[in-house]
């Protein structure tokens, strides 16, 4: 079983950044792909970024591609996404998820992810 915790959520206005944390509470080198997905109230959980181990390889959705950057450091068993330029529309519940599966590149799926953190509040004025 693997816990995660996510942080560095807040309110912040359009323009701005944020770094968010997922730490874990054992060793992320067993997790070959990692991911942070976002949800607003009423829709479905949506994408946002992967990573597989050693971030060989990683995805972004196209909403956030260019702005976003994903990275992990399994030495301190965390995850971590920078967010710049941040919009409006990037308003939501952030969650971290983690994964054992080995994959060339990380899921893009929900239910591929078995470990799921409980989200951090992004919210971004305009």
């Known amino acids: 079983q693997v816990q995660l915790v996510e942080s560095g959520g807040g309110l912040v206005q359009a323009g701005g950044s944020l770094r968010l944390s997922c730490a874990a509470s054992?060793?992320?080198?067993?997790?070959?792909?990692m991911g942070w997905f976002r949800q607003v109230p009423g829709k479905e959980r949506e994408f946002v970024s992967g990573?597989?181990?050693?971030?060989?390889?990683?995805a972004y959705a196209d909403s956030v591609k260019g702005r976003f950057t994903n990275s992990r450091d399994n030495a301190k068993n965390t995850v971590y996404l920078q967010m710049n330029s941040l919009k409006p529309e990037d308003t939501a519940v952030y969650l971290c998820a983690a994964d054992p599966a080995l994959r060339v590149v990380p899921s893009r799926v929900p239910g591929q992810y078995r470990y799921w953190g409980q989200g951090t509040q992004v919210t971004v004025s305009s």
């Open positions: 990573i597989t181990l050693n971030g060989g390889s990683t």
């Open positions: 054992r060793s992320t080198a067993s997790m070959n792909q």
